[in-house]
């Protein structure tokens, strides 16, 4: 769980818990469902990992090579899943040990990342980037709940994009990606919608990053028109950490 991964757009991924519920269309095939019945696990049971030193480990090494490096959390859980709240204060605290690394923290729960915010939160610790999924244009809502929320970074991932969002505004909000599913049973997934979205995120200067076209594998059809799209949110992390 907390090693390299193989997610396009971070370089670690930490899950100091493990275990959800599905919440919205886009959990339908959540991989973390079949990973944890294929060990024999229940995937709705929520419990703490034994990772939480990775950060720690990962942070001396960053640190001693003046790098910053990108941790994904939860992609086994919801960083705001309400069975980790009496989890979470700790968690912050790792993050907050952690300067060098930057976390980036994606829910289907934006509603519950207001009240579960540390108390030193301010105007968002500089380390961290808030995201949410939104998969139909009836979890738009997901963004507006986010744009409200002091963060260094917001952003969004349409994915897996199971419809056109005719009503998404990007204002506010620094980074966009979007995807189609991947893996058996993948819904679809027409690029006219992508297109649409990476229009937008031009005409507003939003960092676009096309992940993949819908696929039974992931990072399949990585091009969207004839390129790649891999942009990033106007972010100068080393900056951020020595400030
Ligand atoms: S919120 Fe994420 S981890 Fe939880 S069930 Fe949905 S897709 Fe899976």
Redesign the pocket.
């Known amino acids: 769980m907390s090693a390299a991964t193989n997610i396009s757009w971070t370089q670690h991924t930490w899950n100091p818990w493990r275990g959800?519920?599905?919440?919205?269309p886009?959990?339908k095939n959540?991989?973390?469902?079949t990973a944890q019945e294929r060990y024999g696990r229940d995937?709705r049971v929520v419990v703490r990992t034994k990772t939480w030193n990775d950060p720690i480990r990962w942070q001396r090494r960053a640190e001693k090579d003046s790098k910053q490096e990108m941790v994904f959390t939860?992609?086994?859980?919801?960083w705001f899943?309400e069975a980790a709240d009496t989890w979470r204060e700790e968690a912050w605290d790792v993050v907050r040990r952690c300067p060098n690394l930057v976390f980036q923290i994606l829910?289907?729960?934006p509603d519950r990342i207001e009240s579960h915010l540390p108390v030193d939160w301010g105007s968002g610790f500089p380390n961290v980037w808030l995201g949410t999924?939104i998969e139909t244009n009836d979890y738009v809502w997901r963004a507006d709940v986010l744009r409200g929320i002091p963060a260094s970074i917001r952003f969004l991932s349409a994915e897996p994009l199971l419809g056109p969002l005719p009503d998404l505004r990007l204002d506010g909000i620094d980074w966009l990606i979007v995807g189609g599913e991947s893996g058996p049973g993948f819904r679809p997934m027409d690029h006219s919608w992508a297109r649409q979205l990476r229009e937008l995120s031009l005409a507003e200067g939003v960092a676009f990053f096309y992940k993949q076209s819908a696929a039974p594998r992931s990072e399949t059809g990585t091009y969207l028109d004839g390129r790649q799209w891999r942009e990033y949110p106007n972010y100068t992390p080393l900056e951020v950490v020595s400030r």
């Open positions: 959800c519920t599905r919440i919205s886009g959990c959540c991989y973390m469902f995937p939860c992609s086994w859980s919801d899943h829910t289907k729960r999924s």
